[in-house]
């Protein structure tokens, strides 16, 4: 046996989901969405986004300030692109990959990779994305806030006569990220002591 191995513990991909634009989301989602990525960090998993401007990058900001680490899925096939025809920043970020598939595609590679997706202040992107892990099954936290984003959800979820899914609220996002945590794990089959 190598006793050499390097043993490892697993960090949770939790992605952001949120509005690049938030004229709409009020003076609050700026300082929400900092503390939701700070917590990410604090409750020991990695932060995952859009590589966006707005809420996502808020929280990217809020979890560099914990020494996180943060991986962004760009709709450009380049940095360049990124850069200059997308218009989008490369701050607070320790990985963009760049996946060449617009936003549609880059919305669908970034639910798949992360085990759980959280959903604050949004717009069409953020419900494109809410709908594609509410359809997957995956684990969904909703930052509840002055903005409409989650009462759109809720309508969806009550509409579209899919069930409940694995969905938890929250307008503290301390609280939302312990949820989410908790969601990921039992959708893991993990105690909450693994």
């Not at 490369?90 to 598939?101: A, K, P, R």
């Not at 798949?112 to 949004?122: F, L, M, N």
Request: net charge negative.
């Amino acid at each position: 046996m190598d006793n050499n191995i390097c043993h490892t513990t697993y960090k949770y991909k939790i992605c952001i989901s949120g509005a690049a634009e938030t004229d709409h989301c009020g003076p609050d989602a700026s300082g929400l969405a900092e503390e939701l990525g700070r917590e990410i960090i604090k409750q020991d998993a990695v932060l995952v986004d859009g590589a966006t401007t707005g809420f996502p990058l808020w929280a990217a900001k809020g979890a560099k300030s914990e020494g996180g680490i943060v991986i962004g899925l760009s709709p450009a096939a380049t940095e360049k692109e990124h850069i200059q025809d997308y218009k989008l920043p490369t701050d607070y970020h320790d990985l963009i990959i760049y996946t060449g598939f617009n936003y549609s595609g880059r919305n669908l590679l970034l639910t798949r990779s992360s085990d759980a997706v959280i959903v604050g202040c949004g717009r069409l992107g953020t419900l494109n994305e809410f709908t594609i892990a509410f359809e997957d099954q995956k684990p969904i936290g909703i930052l509840e806030g002055s903005w409409e984003t989650d009462d759109l959800v809720k309508k969806i979820i009550i509409e579209s006569h899919r069930g409940p899914g694995k969905i938890v609220y929250s307008s503290n996002p301390k609280e939302l990220v312990e949820k989410v945590i908790e969601l990921i794990k039992k959708e893991k089959g993990r105690n909450s002591t693994d």
